[in-house]
């Protein structure tokens, strides 16, 4: 499952795309906020989830 941002949680810190190992990246930061952007690249490694400073990231 591609991961959710919970968007009053999210700060913006961008740690979510910097980590993520797919191509292309799953992540954009748009407004200070991550948005997926290509929820079919996702590998479901788990790396933005574990590097999320605030837990806006959930895989489901």
Not at 15 to 35: G, L, M, Q
Not at 38 to 60: H, K
Request: charged share 25%; aromatic share 4%.
């Amino acid at each position: 499952m591609p991961p959710k941002v919970d968007k009053e949680l999210c700060d913006g810190s961008g740690d979510c795309f910097d980590v993520c190992p797919a191509d292309p990246n799953v992540f954009e930061i748009v407004d200070k906020k991550a948005i997926v952007v290509s929820a079919d690249s996702c590998i479901e490694c788990g790396a933005c989830e574990a590097s999320c400073p605030t837990s806006a990231i959930v895989l489901e």
